[in-house]
């Protein structure tokens, strides 16, 4: 196997595969990458069994076609320290030797055999879905940050997509909650769309949002069975879901709180980050005291102190005293895209909900903390 390539356009490619292998593993060669040279292509995969990640160089000058894994990190590092621009030219020596040449450097990377490789297998049948980057990477984005992280409840590790239908329309909805905060956000989809709803995993969402962030590609989305594909461009990531029945949300989304809070977004973020600054604990409870003018809010820690501010804002009812875990507050706020920040409440112990008013197929439900 020779071939050489541009070392910028490997090295895009083997940056989303870090995410994907791990680099502790009990078998070796889920922490190499293995490199393909077959149909005048290059071939990158990478796996940890439950996300397969693919892509393909055109761009390659093949000498002789075959196929080798080596260490994904190994590799990477070398041609993150290699000039911009550089073409690195690749000699498989042996079953167990790769070398590499650039300039004036020279490496020899050890191999394993491509026989214990996973097979990657793209066997889909369900309907393809295309979907806009940039607003389905939102829609993550402004979902992901309910994830639970709690492993014994394992079907609230990942995001629950479905179908939700409003006003004649069909909608594409996720929605994450660790039981103490919940996020949902949709994005309008073809109304004769065929789509099995699924809980896509955590490690899933957060390499996705890293391809999203970096590719203009159209996106496409295909399920088959307990599998979901994703497809930008030349680039594929095939994933499990989640094996488990995601709770019925709508049953905590309240429907009757009438006491509206309005107020600017960034102060209310960099007042909350204040106030908290006084306490390590990042989860510690900021108390709200919201009045019909303004809102005091403060931290009171007792292995460091306590922290007082007031901002403007805008109450309809009278005032009410309430707290939330500072973090939680933050993680949403800074998801809103208006410049203000709408809370409805009906009282002091019941869930809140948080609206986006510039995006109105948006929305937050936040539990109130006790201190």
């Not at 000699?91 to 030797?97: I, R, T, V």
């Amino acid at each position: 196997m020779q071939f050489t390539v541009k070392r910028d356009i490997l090295l895009r490619s083997l940056n989303f595969v870090q995410g994907i292998v791990e680099k502790k593993n009990t078998l070796p060669i889920l922490s190499n990458v293995l490199l393909q040279l077959k149909d005048k292509k290059l071939s990158i995969v990478a796996t940890d069994l439950d996300i397969i990640f693919y892509d393909e160089i055109h761009d390659v000058k093949i000498t002789t076609e075959g196929s080798t894994t080596t260490s994904a990190a190994i590799l990477f590092d070398i041609l993150r320290k290699i000039s911009s621009n550089s073409e690195i030219s690749f000699d498989l020596k042996s079953e167990n030797k790769l070398s590499l040449h650039s300039e004036n450097s020279d490496f020899n990377l050890l191999c394993l055999p491509t026989d214990n490789f996973p097979t990657f297998k793209d066997d889909f049948e369900g309907e393809e879905i295309n979907l806009n980057n940039n607003t389905f990477l939102k829609l993550l984005n402004k979902t992901k940050i309910s994830i639970s992280n709690d492993d014994t409840r394992h079907y609230l590790n990942g995001i629950f997509l479905h179908i939700t239908e409003a006003h004649g329309r069909n909608f594409l909805t996720g929605v994450a909650t660790d039981s103490h905060r919940l996020s949902s956000s949709s994005l309008e989809i073809d109304k004769n769309s065929n789509f099995s709803s699924v809980i896509l995993p955590r490690k899933t969402i957060f390499q996705l949002c890293t391809l999203l962030a970096e590719s203009q590609d159209a996106l496409v989305m295909q399920i088959s069975e307990n599998k979901i594909k994703f497809t930008l461009g030349k680039i594929k990531l095939i994933s499990k879901v989640i094996d488990g029945k995601f709770p019925d949300y709508k049953k905590v989304v309240p429907s009757t709180n009438n006491k509206t809070l309005t107020l600017p977004c960034k102060d209310f973020i960099n007042s909350i980050e204040r106030v908290a600054s006084v306490s390590l604990d990042r989860k510690e409870g900021v108390k709200l005291i919201i009045n019909k003018d303004n809102v005091q809010l403060s931290v009171n820690s007792a292995n460091s102190g306590e922290g007082n501010e007031k901002i403007k804002a805008n109450f309809d009812s009278e005032s009410l005293n309430i707290s939330f875990n500072s973090k939680y507050l933050i993680d949403i706020a800074s998801e809103v895209e208006d410049k203000n920040i709408k809370m409805n409440f009906k009282d002091s112990v019941s869930p809140v909900l948080i609206e986006d008013v510039s995006d109105k197929n948006s929305f937050y439900v936040i539990m109130p903390m006790k201190i």
